[in-house]
């Protein structure tokens, strides 16, 4: 409570017009902002490891005009009113130059105001809200190197229809991703010209359970030949673990990127064999790979390539500029073109998003996920 009456007083200040502390000249700093706790962790430490390891790496290269790049890291735990909080310190007591992050779209959307009034750029490696980066008060400042959840949903009604499953159940957890990405799913359904699926069930699932049993009981009575679900891994694999027990072992399932993670298959074992899900798009500078398992001990599953990627253009960005100047590094940000990135060249359009779709699908093959194309 304490914290949401800070975060009040903080806005109110903020709305008022406060200045902006200068920057600091011994050091260029910037920040790193994901869940590393609670139910969005595993996906929010690929993102600050991907932050991390660029980082380290230009340093060891002399940093910038041979001054060190400090990151800040801050763990939001998936939670709107932690995310606003950072944004608020980091904008005004930190002084950072950019920020990578959030994971989670109604955690990006508020922050990025503040972002966007401290005149620094703000490159989001999760964040697939069509809204994150249409509104004009940001437009300039927000930016991502991740595809946008109209995207997913046109990609995974594609491979519905693709593959002829003709009844479909949709499912979504109760954040804005979740809705959202069922929305766009359904649209995408609804308008394609070649063929259009029947939705013969749609409803939101209680986040956090670890037996879904009622909601699969019910579902299955409806016969769908694919069940999608717009939500996280964790739900995914306690979902999907229970299909065969209620006659649904047969039936496709497929999934959002929230769901691209190993801990989908460890919870749901062999029931996830043949599931399908959104993935980020696929690295193809494999000594990023190597790189990150020496560093890491584990392969860069979930954000980590993204994430990379933006650091490496925001730094990239303020080495161009020459100057601890935020709405500078911007402009530099915003031009992007053809950047290296180690999932391939990217590019953002004028509002930062990708030029490219910053998708893929992968498949469960032998309980790993196998990267399948676009099934455009």
Same mark, same amino acid.
């Given at each position: $409570? ?45 993102? *600050? ?45 930190? $002084? ?22 401290? $005149? ?129 072992? $047969? ?24 599931? *399908? ?43 161009? *500029? ?41 498949? *469960? ?12």
């Amino acid at each position: $409570m304490k914290r949401k009456n800070l975060f009040i007083l903080f806005l109110s200040l903020l709305l008022c017009g406060c200045f902006r502390p200068p920057q600091s000249e011994e050091a260029y700093k910037i920040a790193v902002v994901a869940p590393q706790s609670g139910p969005y962790s595993y996906l929010g430490e690929s993102i *600050v490891n991907g932050a991390e390891l660029a980082v380290e790496e230009a340093n060891k290269n002399g940093g910038i005009n041979r001054k060190k790049i400090l990151l800040v890291k801050e763990d939001d735990g998936g939670l709107v009113g932690e995310g606003a909080f950072f944004a608020y310190r980091l904008t005004r007591t930190e $002084m950072i130059l950019g920020v990578i992050g959030h994971l989670n779209s109604d955690i990006s959307i508020p922050a990025s105001e503040f972002y966007a009034r401290a $005149m620094i750029p703000q490159i989001s490696p999760g964040s697939t809200s069509p809204y994150f980066t249409e509104r004009e008060a940001t437009k300039g400042y927000v930016f991502r190197t991740i595809g946008r959840d109209d995207t997913q949903g046109k990609l995974l009604a594609n491979y519905v229809i693709k593959h002829g499953l003709a009844r479909v159940a949709i499912l979504y957890n109760d954040r804005a991703y979740g809705k959202l990405l069922a929305g766009e799913f359904a649209k995408a359904l609804k308008n394609n010209p070649i063929s259009r699926p029947q939705i013969v069930f749609y409803n939101m699932i209680e986040v956090g359970k670890k037996d879904y049993g009622a909601l699969i009981s019910q579902l299955a009575s409806y016969k769908p030949d694919v069940v999608f679900l717009a939500g996280e891994q964790d739900d995914a694999g306690n979902l999907v673990r229970d299909f065969p027990k209620y006659g649904l072992g $047969m039936t496709q399932f497929i999934g959002g990127d929230g769901i691209d993670n190993e801990e989908f298959i460890k919870i749901g074992g062999k029931s996830t064999e043949g599931s *399908v899900v959104i993935s980020p798009s696929p690295i193809r500078d494999k000594s990023f790979i190597k790189t990150y398992l020496e560093r890491f001990k584990k392969e860069p599953l979930g954000y980590a390539a993204n994430s990379y990627d933006a650091t490496n253009i925001l730094i990239s960005a303020i080495k161009k *500029v020459e100057v601890q100047n935020g709405e500078q590094i911007a402009k530099e940000v915003a031009s992007t073109m053809n950047f290296k990135g180690v999932s391939g060249l990217i590019s953002f359009d004028k509002n930062g998003d990708l030029t490219s779709l910053g998708f893929g699908l992968s498949k *469960v093959e032998n309980g790993k996920f196998k990267g399948i194309g676009n099934e455009k």
